[in-house]
């Protein structure tokens, strides 16, 4: 059975730089795509960007100029950094599996909340 | 890149039939077969409802259908069950390799 398990800090001053980690146990971590999804507080899904075992990235435009999502194949994980995070950048973040071919995202980590004080 | 566009909710008594819309344009929903539903329950990671339009993973209810017509997706939920009792959102391959989610709906049962 596959399982995504995250883990990060969960709080951060304003300009200072998010960083979580997702383990992947189980499954194969080759054949699929790995994405961040956000969720500020009452609000809904927003996607941040993937990564393919190439390394080769896609981000959301409207994040791309600070995100950063990156593998470590010898590990299975796969990390996300936002810089210069702001009470915007306030939501829960979730690591997920995507099939590859599709859009599919059917794994998901349990979520991390991260809070942002001014 | 704007969100796909959701009613912000919908209502059904136990028994009913209920239909989430999802719209979006000729450049994501209307491009392609790739649009995939998602539940969410309070406090709970997303679940994976319906993939590629109208596949339906294994585990998942027949009670949840999809479809779509032209730049609109849809999610059917038929006989609904309390449990049902949901965030619904739903997801599109977008242009330039991104994927777009709807603002979501709050589906209540009565």
């Known amino acids: 059975q596959v399982q995504l398990q995250q883990w990060g800090a969960g709080l951060l001053k304003a300009s200072e730089t998010l960083s979580l980690t997702c383990g992947v146990y189980?499954?194969?971590?080759?054949?699929?795509?790995w994405s961040w999804i956000r969720q500020p507080p009452g609000k809904g899904l927003e996607w941040i960007g993937e990564?393919?075992?190439?390394?080769?990235?896609n981000y959301n435009p409207s994040l791309k100029s600070r995100v950063t999502i990156s593998l470590d194949t010898s590990k299975n994980q796969v990390s996300l950094k936002l810089r210069t995070v702001t009470a915007a950048d306030t939501a829960v973040y979730y690591c997920?599996?995507?099939?590859?071919?599709?859009?599919?995202?059917?794994?998901w980590g349990q979520g991390t909340l991260v809070t942002v004080s001014s | 890149q704007s969100a796909l566009t959701q009613p912000a909710s919908v209502s059904g008594s136990p028994g009913q039939s209920i239909t989430i819309s999802c719209t979006g344009t000729?450049?994501?929903?209307?491009?392609?077969?790739?649009v995939s539903w998602y539940q969410q329950h309070p406090g709970k990671a997303p679940k994976l409802m319906i993939s590629?339009?109208?596949k339906r993973p294994s585990g998942v209810s027949n009670r949840f259908s999809g479809s779509k017509s032209d730049n609109t997706a849809s999610l059917t939920i038929s006989g609904l069950q309390a449990e049902d009792e949901a965030d619904y959102y739903c997801?599109?391959?977008?242009?330039?390799?991104?994927?777009?989610f709807g603002g979501g709906t709050k589906l209540t049962v009565l």
């Open positions: 990564i393919k075992l190439s390394g080769s990235t």
């Open positions: 997920a599996r995507r099939i590859r071919g599709v859009i599919t995202l059917d794994y």
């Open positions: 000729s450049s994501d929903v209307g491009s392609y077969n790739l």
């Open positions: 997801c599109s391959y977008a242009s330039s390799s991104t994927l777009i």
């Open positions: 590629e339009v109208t």
């Open positions: 189980g499954g194969s971590f080759s054949d699929h795509y």
